[in-house]
């Protein structure tokens, strides 16, 4: 049987694809994503630990064709706040993506960039997500193992970080009483506290 290799043997509980390259995101390259500095500064100080990973297979550029992703998020916090992605729009933003939970239990942070809409959607070992375009999408782990995941995209959709970078999320995800709660960041970064939103699903 001829082999075009289009299959990739894959290890969830690695993070690997097999010859994909793997980016690291450790602490120190999510400045300006969680809202207590202090607890952020501190982190660093204290290891730099790895957020996450993302393995990576382009096989083709251009109309029509598919790119995807293994992602691995790890469990943790900065003070109140659970281990997050840094988030993106997508730079062709009609494209859609789809997210299938392997492993671990966790949300999709998602805001609507035209109405500003702020919203979670459960990601987990038995949840698929459709994150529509024009859709900022941000992944949060709320359990206590890694958060493991497939993203499936248009190749063509690219990577909008900048428009993150310059007001980050408009809301995030923290604990109250032990449970994810999606909370409105003020003005000045921080959480809000008095417009907590429960969420029951994640
Ligand atoms: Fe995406």
Same mark, same amino acid.
């Given at each position: 049987?001829?082999?075009?290799?289009?299959s990739?043997? *894959? @290890?969830?509980?690695? =993070?690997?694809?097999?010859g @994909?390259?793997?980016?690291?995101? #450790?602490?120190?390259?999510?400045a300006g994503? &969680?809202?207590?500095?202090?607890? *952020?500064?501190?982190?660093?100080?204290?290891?730099?630990?790895?957020? *996450?990973?993302?393995?990576?297979?382009?096989? @083709?550029?251009?109309d !029509?064709?598919?790119?995807? =992703?293994l992602g691995?998020?790890?469990?943790?916090?900065? !003070?109140d706040?659970?281990?997050?992605? #840094?988030?993106?729009?997508?730079?062709? #933003?009609?494209?859609?993506?789809?997210?299938?939970?392997?492993?671990?239990?966790?949300?999709m942070?998602?805001?609507?960039?035209?109405?500003?809409?702020s919203? $979670?959607?459960? $990601? !987990?070992?038995d #949840?698929?997500?459709?994150?529509?375009?024009?859709?900022?999408?941000?992944?949060?782990?709320?359990?206590?193992?890694? $958060?493991? *995941?497939? =993203?499936i995209?248009?190749?063509? +959709? /690219?990577?909008?970080?900048a428009?993150?970078? +310059?007001?980050? &999320?408009? +809301? $995030?995800?923290?604990?109250?009483? =032990?449970?994810?709660?999606?909370?409105?960041?003020? !003005?000045?970064?921080?959480? +809000?506290? /008095?417009? @907590?939103?429960?969420?029951?699903?994640?």
């Amino acid at each position: 049987m001829a082999m075009k290799h289009l299959s990739r043997t *894959y @290890a969830p509980h690695a =993070g690997a694809v097999e010859g @994909a390259p793997v980016a690291t995101r #450790r602490l120190r390259d999510l400045a300006g994503v &969680f809202a207590d500095s202090a607890a *952020y500064q501190a982190a660093c100080a204290a290891g730099d630990p790895v957020i *996450y990973t993302v393995a990576s297979v382009e096989p @083709a550029d251009g109309d !029509g064709q598919i790119h995807y =992703g293994l992602g691995t998020l790890m469990p943790g916090m900065i !003070g109140d706040e659970y281990y997050c992605t #840094r988030g993106h729009l997508h730079a062709w #933003r009609p494209a859609a993506e789809v997210y299938i939970g392997l492993s671990g239990v966790g949300a999709m942070l998602l805001e609507d960039e035209r109405s500003g809409e702020s919203w $979670l959607e459960p $990601l !987990g070992a038995d #949840r698929i997500v459709y994150v529509p375009g024009f859709t900022a999408h941000r992944t949060v782990n709320t359990g206590d193992v890694p $958060l493991v *995941y497939l =993203g499936i995209y248009p190749a063509a +959709a /690219g990577h909008d970080y900048a428009a993150i970078a +310059a007001r980050n &999320f408009r +809301a $995030l995800v923290v604990a109250r009483d =032990g449970r994810p709660t999606l909370v409105q960041r003020a !003005g000045d970064g921080t959480a +809000a506290a /008095g417009r @907590a939103q429960e969420h029951h699903h994640v």
